[in-house]
Structure formats: C-alpha cells, structure tokens
C-alpha cells in the first residue's frame, strides 16, 4: 500500500478515542491504537490492565481480537498513540502479532514517516517458516507407538546382541516392570527392530524410559540409562565400548 493513501489523520483520532477508553490504573499509560483493514474497515484497540502485572493486554492485542471477530482481513496501516495522541511503536510482541496478520507491507505510523513492518521486525519468524520444516519429510528416528504413549517413562529396555544375516547386529525389548516392584506386572511391552549398533537400540530405548540396560554377548550389563546406575548393575555403559 502506497503510504500517500492512507489517511492517517483520521486513523490517529481512531486511535485517540479508543486510548480514551483504556483501562490503565496501574501504569497511567494509556494506550490506543487504530488500523485500517484490506477491505476498508477500521479496527481498534485500548490496553487493558490487571492487578497481576504480566497479564496486562496491550492496545494492539485488543485491536487484533477486533480484527478477527468483525471479519477477519488482513491489516494495512496502524496507528498507535499515547496519552498526548503521539505515535508510539509497537512493542516487540505485538510485533510479531502484527506481522502475523498484517505481514512485512503493514505500515506503522512513525513521527518521521510511516514505517512498514520489514523495517520494524526484521528477519521475522512466521508461517513460512513452519511451512518450510513441515512440508518435507522429516527423519525424526524412532518413535513410541500411540498406543503405548501412557507407558512412556516407564518400564526396563534391554539392549542385547543377535545374529541376522551372519552379522553381529542388535536389538532390544522394552520390558513392562521398572524393576522398582516385586509385584509389578512382567512382560514385554514392546520388541525392538534390529539396529547395526549398540547406540541406536539405546536411542530407541530412552525416548520410551530412562532405564536402558545394555547386555552383551558375555551377559555382562551395563547401565545406559539417565538415573543414577541402580544396584547390581555394575559399570556404565559407553558408545565406545
């Protein structure tokens, strides 16, 4: 939008009477702010304070919360005041909340000249990033069946050497008891797929419980898991081992 088209004089007095309207006892900061929408519509908004410092809503929150219940649209120039009706800028927040739903072209009235939104959120976060890890296939190793997730945390995996193929290869078993009850339930909630290393099956292992139990061809068991090493089991387990 060409800054020349907007009339900014009638969106600082939008934003004056909506800063009139503000609900600020606590910091005697009132704040108003006014934007005009792609489908010619104005919005406004006022902060709004609270006992509780933190949750005081700022003027553009409210303007935002406007937007979408009169229609939605995107937003295309913005006034924000103060007290004397002076252009204030955006915090950082509600930057990033104006870019959502203005984008990089959105003005901000600014005492030298309206000022767009690339200018005042440089390198900004949005959509298009989300779009650009969520669009193409991610290897986010294993993963803890849906029907299983309740069990995550607990339970024993035991990480053992087998044979496929001739080749040394390794698997393991997640075990149902966490080895803290002698009257917990055995059984063996999940079997492992093979895995080349020792490493990976103890990957496999602790995204499902941080007891891990590594055992090797000479039954020797190590401890690999993120608690302190339990009784009977009597060195750590290494990758380089």
Known sequence: MNPSSVDWAALRSAAVAAMERAYAPYSKFPVG?????????????????????????????????????TGGGRLMALACVDADGAPLMPCGRCRQLLWEHGGASLLIDHARGPQPMSVLLPYAFDDADLARVNDR?????????????????????????????????????????????????????????????????????????????????????????????????????????
């Open 137 to 241: 296939e991610l290897d986010l190793g294993p993963t803890v069946p849906a029907a299983l997730a309740l069990k995550v945390g607990s339970g024993t995996v035991f990480v053992h050497p087998d044979v496929a193929e001739g080749r040394q290869v390794w698997t393991s078993y997640w075990e149902r008891s966490s080895g803290t009850g002698e009257d917990e339930p055995a059984g063996i909630l999940e079997e492992g797929p093979i895995f080349a290393t020792a490493g990976e099956a103890v990957d496999w292992g602790r995204i499902r419980t941080p007891r891990v139990v590594v055992v090797d061809a000479q039954g020797t068991a190590s401890w690999a898991g993120d608690t302190p090493r339990p009784a009977g089991i009597e060195q750590d387990w290494s990758s380089r081992s």
């Open 33 to 69: 702010a006014a934007a005009l929408v792609d489908d010619g519509r104005v919005v406004v908004g006022c902060n709004v304070e609270n006992a509780s410092y933190g949750l005081g809503l700022c003027a553009e929150c409210g303007l935002v919360s406007s937007l979408q219940v």
